[in-house]
């Protein structure tokens, strides 16, 4: 790590130079200079894009506290094994994590879109296809989208989207102004997939779950239709 911290009043600059950490699937490193600025107006981060072959994770962009947003971030290829040696006593994970955000909008109206992506999955033994998961803010409504896919056949699929105020122009505010509208369905998933998440008092999960429910109504105290079957 090479590089140079400075604080002026109400800002802090850091200038990144030279920057490596060595992680299981290799050396992450930063190919070029990148810099972070923060003031009582914005965070601004030009160039923090690290490399490890075809992997990369990316932060550029600025935050505004008011006006215009224009901000980038991902991860792309990063090996969930990287972060077993800084889990004492936890079992191993493994798979490969992708991540992207998009933030555009103004402070007074973000847009924001987020998709997360892990294939395969492992955890204490057990393995499932992937996990996807993506959310998107704009106009005054989140709606969000996530699927576990057990194998090719089977899977647990949820969407739902809600109205909510969110932006950061005068404080941060973030709260429904409508009520949810939310469906989860399932064709027959194995229960053991939720073991390697289990705590001690739920444990050793079997069996197979199928289910369709709608939850809808004011998030405070909704109310779901539909059936389980295990």
Partial sequence: LAGSLRMPPGAIDVSLTTLARQLPDGIWQLPGPATIHKDSRQISVSKLHLTNGQKQMLVDGTVNFAGAQNMTAMLDGFALSNVNPFIAGKPA???????????????RAPVIHARTEIKPLEAKGYKIAGLEVQADYGNGRMTAEAAIHQDRVHQLVANANLPMELGWEHGFVAHPSGDLDAH????????????????????DFAGLLSLNLDV???????AASGGIWV
Wanted: net charge positive; aromatic share 4%; charged share 10%.
């Fill in 184 to 203: 989860l369905r399932s064709n027959a998933i194995n229960l053991a997939m939720f073991n390697p998440v289990s705590q001690r008092t739920l444990r």
């Fill in 216 to 222: 809808t109504g004011p998030v405070q105290h909704p």
């Fill in 93 to 107: 994970r493994g798979g490969v994590l992708s991540f992207s955000l998009r933030l555009a909008g103004s402070a």
